[in-house]
């Protein structure tokens, strides 16, 4: 089965717009001070690699993510910031 990895990107950062705001309202505040450093993937890429994963059937994630770095470079989820 192949999977429209754009499409799939595009449901999943319009989810991520509204859940991320919503989300940081939800936590709860600490009077210690913590960092808060962005990763080098967004929310929406972690979760679209994560769905790919889970549709594709395969059991290891970790030969998944190195399949999909070699065969999906121009893709908008595997491009480097």
């Known amino acids: 089965m192949e999977i429209d990895y754009d499409s799939l990107f595009y449901f999943v950062d319009n989810f991520c717009l509204g859940f991320e705001p ?3 309202k939800q936590l709860l505040r600490e009077s ?4 808060d ?3 080098h993937l967004s929310l929406s890429e972690i979760l679209t ?5 889970h549709q594709s059937g395969m059991s290891c994630f970790k030969y998944f993510y190195l ?6 470079k ?3 989820i595997m491009r480097p910031d």
């Open 32 to 35: 210690s001070k913590k960092r």
């Open 49 to 53: 690699i994560l769905l790919a994963y």
């Open 37 to 39: 450093r962005s990763g």
């Open 22 to 24: 919503w989300y940081k």
């Open 67 to 72: 399949t999909l770095q070699r065969t999906k």
């Open 74 to 76: 121009d893709s908008c």
